[in-house]
């Protein structure tokens, strides 16, 4: 299995800032993923950490505004830039395994993202 | 559009009453899977179906697929206030990512 931490587990932030997300897992793992999920919905995917190159991102989602790095097997960062109040937000990490008999996927408890 | 609908959106019972979500789409998937998410948590898996017309049972949750593999039902016999959360289905999509559908929000009373 795999334990997601992320940090910080909250911030309120002003508009116009940026917040770097944080994202560890306590072992090495084949891929890693960022959700966001708005006040009572689901989860919606922003992107695929690819380690060592760039981001895959998702319809609606655009490097400039949401930049990922993944520097090893273990971490990966997510920036909210230029923040909005629509950018208001949780934020989750995943992480999956894929194994000989096994993939699973994990979520991180997310962070919580409140711009004013 | 959503590429999984869920229904109901919420629902609010008392403890002991049975429950079925459901999560259908117009297309055929090679599997499904459930997670629910707590309050404050990241979505755990709770199971992974993969042939049509499935059933896998965890504890009081009962798990179906859909035997044309476009839909699947979630029912949870005696509800208890532990089972409070949200409750997601979702697809694998190129083999690799997790998309959810739009959830179950269960809320069970005491």
């Known amino acids: 299995s795999a334990v997601i931490s992320q940090k910080p587990s909250r911030d309120i932030c002003q508009r116009g800032t940026s917040l770097t997300i944080q994202c560890q897992v306590d072992?090495?793992?084949?891929?890693m993923f960022w959700y966001r999920q708005q006040p009572g919905q689901s989860l919606t995917l922003i992107a695929t950490?690819?380690?060592?190159?760039?981001?895959?991102?998702e319809s609606g989602f655009v490097i400039d505004k949401f930049p990922i790095s993944r520097p090893n097997l273990t971490f990966s960062t997510l920036t909210v830039s230029n923040m909005s109040p629509e950018d208001s937000s949780i934020y989750l990490c995943?992480?999956?395994?894929?194994?000989?008999?096994?993939?699973?996927?994990?979520f991180g408890p997310g962070t919580r993202l409140t711009v004013l | 559009t959503q590429l999984l609908e869920q229904s109901p959106q919420f629902l609010s019972i008392q403890e002991g009453e049975n429950l079925t979500v459901y999560c259908n789409s117009s297309?055929?998937?090679?599997?499904l899977q459930w997670y629910r998410q707590e309050p404050g948590e990241g979505p755990v898996l709770l199971v992974t179906?993969?042939?049509?017309?499935e059933v896998k049972k965890l504890k009081r949750l009962t798990f179906q697929f859909g035997d044309a593999r476009k839909d699947s039902s979630l029912h949870i016999t005696a509800a208890q206030p532990g089972d409070t959360g949200l409750y997601l289905c979702?697809?694998?999509?190129?083999?690799?990512?997790?998309?959810f559908g739009a959830g179950t929000r269960l809320f069970v009373k005491a």
């Open positions: 179906v993969v042939t049509g017309g």
């Open positions: 995943s992480a999956r395994q894929v194994g000989e008999s096994t993939d699973t996927q994990y």
């Open positions: 979702a697809l694998l999509r190129g083999g690799f990512k997790t998309i």
């Open positions: 950490a690819n380690q060592g190159s760039e981001a895959t991102y």
């Open positions: 072992s090495q793992v084949t891929m």
């Open positions: 297309s055929v998937f090679s599997s």
